[in-house]
């Protein structure tokens, strides 16, 4: 069965900290890759997604992702963290590429905490 | 504001209670989800519907039901069979199959 795996249960760093969180999905064919963001007490939101073309892909608050297919993974990175980033972060995949979104799997969450 | 309304936020029941979780969107969208988020599990997918009076089971389905006789609502039954009903449950939409997904803010049911 398809799987996705989010290495940290909980990472902590101090603002201003570079901050990269790994993905990895377990399916050979087509992917379309996504990572969303609960902050505190908000709704889950798209933070930014990949579906073709550029692996680097750019998405908002100053997140970038990057796919790279030989290693299935999607790992989310920021080069200075903000203790506004605080939140619960999720990977997750779609492997029906074109087809219905209720193949999308999600990882189990990685809590990021921002010290000031 | 467009978006998804999930109510109430807060619900407890009795154990053996079948309860009717609500969902609204106002997006527009064709598709609709119900998922289930577990501290450490992530997220869940119970059902999911592409279009009205369409629904597919997810991967927890069991002890539960959807209806989706309009498009913006897609309402989510727990049954008295759901043995771990306790959970926060999160309603999603997205345009299409295949479009990202918008939330809501969620439901935290409590049963005793």
């Known amino acids: 069965a398809q799987s996705v795996s989010q290495h940290n249960h909980h990472v902590i760093l101090s603002e201003a900290a570079s901050l990269e969180l790994g993905c990895n999905y377990s399916y050979g064919g087509t992917v379309n890759l996504f990572w969303y963001v609960q902050y505190p007490g908000q709704h889950l939101q798209l933070l930014l997604k990949?579906?073709?073309?550029?692996?680097l892909v750019k998405g908002i608050k100053g997140f970038e992702a990057e796919f790279i297919k030989s290693k299935f993974s999607f790992n989310l990175r920021k080069p200075s963290v903000q203790w506004s980033d605080t939140a619960e972060y999720f990977c997750a995949v779609n492997t029906n590429y074109g087809g219905s979104q209720g193949n999308l799997i999600f990882g189990k969450g990685t809590k990021l905490s921002v010290k000031p | 504001d467009g978006g998804i309304t999930q109510s109430p936020k807060y619900l407890f029941r009795k154990e053996g209670q079948n309860v009717t979780l609500s969902c609204e969107q106002n997006l527009n969208h064709d598709a609709m989800y119900w998922y289930r988020q577990d501290p450490g599990q992530g997220l869940r997918l119970i059902y999911y519907s592409q279009i009205v009076n369409d629904f597919q089971k997810g991967d927890i389905a069991e002890g539960y039901s959807v209806s989706r006789e309009k498009k913006e609502s897609f309402p989510l039954t727990v049954t008295s069979a759901q043995k771990n009903p306790t959970a926060f449950y999160l309603c999603a939409s997205s345009l299409t199959g295949r479009s990202p997904l918008h939330f809501g803010n969620g439901t935290r049911l409590t049963v005793t």
């Open positions: 990949y579906f073709s073309g550029d692996p």
